[in-house]
């Protein structure tokens, strides 16, 4: 396995955000994902992940990934423009009063017309139903290029930062390579 230095923020917000009314366009929807099925999962996570190289989860053993597709305390929400699924966002909400969000993002074919911000206000207001404290998240220099500004925009504020070894496969065990679609 590969490891690149990549730079990391994590941001957070500790209170619900001012000014998050974001309605829907006509013809989106977002449904959740009950225990979604691991070839639907990967299959998001392929088309949104794909060009920022997103391995965790495609290294993950099957075993694993299903705990974490079964488990209760995982949420999984889908972007759905006019019937076609078009992002999806993973929430993972922990014992200590706080949620994160472990994914978030769009497919190429829907990323820039501008369903982001009212996909993320969505699931902000979504996660701050519950008692938290706090809602968090991380992105790194490796994710689309405008993702820290957004995120910024979107109520989140960093609170640390830090160069990291992300691994990655080598390119004869690269999970994509791997994939059948």
Same mark, same amino acid.
């Given at each position: 396995?590969?490891?690149?230095?990549?730079?990391?923020?994590?941001?957070?917000?500790?209170?619900?955000?001012?000014?998050?009314?974001?309605?829907?366009?006509?013809? !989106?929807?977002?449904?959740?994902?009950?225990?979604?099925?691991?070839?639907?999962?990967?299959?998001?996570?392929?088309?949104?992940?794909?060009? %920022?190289?997103?391995?965790?989860?495609?290294?993950?053993? +099957?075993?694993?990934?299903?705990?974490?597709?079964?488990?209760?305390?995982?949420?999984? %929400? !889908?972007?759905?423009?006019?019937?076609?699924?078009?992002?999806?966002?993973?929430?993972?909400?922990?014992?200590?009063?706080?949620?994160?969000?472990?994914?978030?993002?769009?497919?190429?074919?829907?990323?820039?017309?501008?369903?982001?911000?009212?996909?993320?206000?969505?699931?902000?207001? +979504?996660?701050?139903?519950?008692?938290?404290?706090?809602?968090?998240? +991380?992105?790194?220099?490796?994710?689309?290029?405008?993702?820290?500004?957004?995120?910024?925009?979107?109520?989140?504020?960093?609170?640390?930062?830090? !160069?990291?070894?992300?691994?990655?496969?080598?390119?004869?065990?690269?999970?994509?390579?791997?994939?059948?679609?």
């Amino acid at each position: 396995m590969l490891e690149i230095k990549t730079k990391t923020w994590w941001l957070q917000q500790t209170q619900v955000p001012e000014n998050l009314i974001s309605k829907l366009p006509k013809g !989106v929807m977002v449904i959740k994902a009950i225990k979604p099925t691991r070839s639907f999962y990967l299959f998001l996570y392929t088309e949104v992940g794909r060009h %920022f190289q997103w391995y965790n989860r495609l290294m993950l053993p +099957h075993s694993e990934l299903e705990e974490i597709l079964q488990d209760p305390m995982n949420e999984f %929400f !889908v972007l759905y423009i006019n019937g076609v699924p078009g992002g999806f966002a993973e929430l993972d909400i922990h014992s200590d009063y706080s949620t994160e969000v472990v994914y978030f993002g769009l497919t190429p074919d829907f990323t820039g017309k501008g369903l982001g911000t009212s996909f993320m206000r969505y699931i902000i207001r +979504h996660a701050w139903q519950r008692n938290i404290s706090k809602l968090w998240l +991380h992105t790194c220099n490796l994710d689309h290029p405008s993702a820290l500004n957004f995120y910024i925009k979107n109520g989140f504020e960093i609170y640390d930062e830090a !160069v990291i070894d992300q691994p990655v496969p080598d390119a004869g065990s690269d999970p994509y390579n791997k994939l059948p679609w």
